[in-house]
Nanobody
Framework: QVQLAESGGGLVQAGGSLRLSCAGS????????MGWFRQCPGKEREFVAS????????HYTDSTKGRFTVSRYNAKNTVYLLMNSLKPEDTAVYYC?????????????????WGQGTQVTVAS
């Protein structure tokens, strides 16, 4: 069983940066694909980025490409999402998740384990 815990959310001005962390416990994350998703009230959970732990392969949605960077740190069993040039439309609850189905990394239903989420609010 994998437990995930996000941290690092908060309130930031447009153009600012935040780094989200997702710490894993229970077992190593090295066999998983880790995804970041976000959700606004009344909307579906949206894919943001993913990283395959084994080789570091990353994917991003078009709206975050070039602004967000996903990375992992083996020693801490932790994945990060560095968010730069934040925009008000990035405001959402951000979740990290883990899946063994790496080919389906954009589909939230493919993920078996989820964190509790962390709120990111970008003020204009």
């Amino acid at each position: 069983q994998v437990q995930l815990a996000e941290s690092g959310g908060g309130l930031v001005q447009a153009g600012g940066s935040l780094r989200l962390s997702c710490a894993g416990s229970g077992r190593t994350l090295r066999t998983y694909v880790m995804g970041w998703f976000r959700q606004c009230p009344g909307k579906e959970r949206e894919f943001v980025a993913s990283i395959r732990w084994s080789d570091g392969t990353t994917h991003y949605t078009d709206s975050t490409k070039g602004r967000f960077t996903v990375s992992r740190y083996n020693a801490k069993n932790t994945v990060y999402l560095l968010m730069n040039s934040l925009k008000p439309e990035d405001t959402a609850v951000y979740y990290c998740a883990a899946t063994v189905y790496g080919w389906n990394y954009q589909d939230y239903s493919a993920y078996s384990y989820w964190g509790q989420g962390t709120q990111v609010t970008v003020a204009s």
